[in-house]
């Protein structure tokens, strides 16, 4: 009788071993990063690479991707434009203080020198091509609106000199116009991806060692404000989590970025803290080690019953 128990249990802890080994081994698939937004997810620093985008933070979070997926690295499709405005991402016309949008778009090669294309065109192709082709896009990143500042001062020069309730309005309308942009593209994304990791991030305030009565120290430190908050709002309706990249760039402005020589997009080094905050929110999926830990607690039950059993046994005896 003992025999036969001791042989049963022992077969109900082989089948589980053999259950978490293959869960633990299976392939994983490679899957795609898409990365949507303006120069600073293009990876612009001192210089505009012409490129299909694989580089700054996106190529780093790519990297990191890896080291979740058993070193498989994500296939990458970076659609950003640099200099792009909310509106431009789905009109492909820069809107007033920009370059033209055609300029814009030719130095990322995945347009392929069609600057009629908007972001968003390029979007719902890709997204559709993914499909098609039968890959999945696992994680996509977004980021737009600090262009909009640049528009907005163009259109609005006299805007300090304004009344403080005329300003209000002003960012209001700035801000609901933005909030509008960024809702169709969430719910395109979500729409077509269900199930992919959604991160999205706020801006570093390149002027925030200027002194606080800077004008362009002011505007940006309001749009980093209402741009926060507005994310913040749209991440739980959407699934989708906040990168903050604001507070770690805070104080550290020349060192991060090329303000101190007349740029305003983050360094190497500045790529890397972005980077490290897309890491910091992205949360690995829990079923392998939560199957591994369920296997343990299986194991540790049955060893602990048949231990009690074959006590009592032996104590009845």
Do not use: W
Request: with cysteine.
């Amino acid at each position: 009788m003992k025999r036969n128990e001791t042989k049963r249990h022992a077969a109900i802890v082989r089948a589980i071993l053999m259950l978490l080994l293959a869960s633990l081994s299976r392939a994983d698939p490679i899957g795609t990063y898409l990365a949507l937004g303006d120069s600073i997810a293009f990876g612009v620093t001192n210089v505009t690479p012409v490129s299909f985008g694989d580089q700054g933070y996106v190529s780093l979070y790519a990297d990191f991707l890896a080291t979740q997926a058993n070193g498989i690295r994500s296939r990458v499709v970076n659609l950003a434009i640099p200099g792009e405005a909310s509106t431009g991402f789905f009109t492909a016309v820069s809107p007033p203080g920009l370059p033209p949008h055609d300029l814009l778009a030719s130095v990322n090669l995945n347009y392929h020198g069609d600057g009629s294309l908007s972001q968003d065109v390029l979007l719902l192709n890709t997204l559709a091509a993914e499909v098609a082709a039968g890959r999945t896009i696992t994680n996509a990143s977004f980021a737009i609106g600090s262009n909009d500042v640049t528009s907005f001062i163009a259109l609005h020069p006299d805007f300090f000199s304004l009344p403080p309730a005329q300003q209000q309005q002003l960012i209001s309308e700035f801000f609901g116009v933005l909030t509008n942009n960024y809702v169709i593209v969430l719910s395109q994304l979500r729409s077509a991806l269900p199930e992919a990791r959604i991160l999205l991030l706020n801006y570093c305030n390149p002027f925030g060692g200027f002194p606080p009565d800077d004008p362009f120290n002011i505007a940006n430190t309001i749009f980093d404000q209402g741009q926060t908050s507005l994310i913040t709002s749209l991440a739980g309706p959407f699934h989708a989590s906040v990168v903050d990249i604001n507070t770690p760039f805070r104080g550290r402005e020349n060192e991060l970025t090329f303000i101190s020589s007349g740029g305003a997009h983050p360094n190497d080094q500045g790529y890397a803290v972005i980077a490290q905050q897309m890491a910091l929110a992205t949360v690995p999926e829990p079923a392998s080690a939560t199957l591994l830990a369920a296997g343990i607690v299986a194991l540790v039950v049955l060893f602990a019953r048949s231990e009690f059993r074959q006590s009592r046994q032996k104590f009845d005896l």
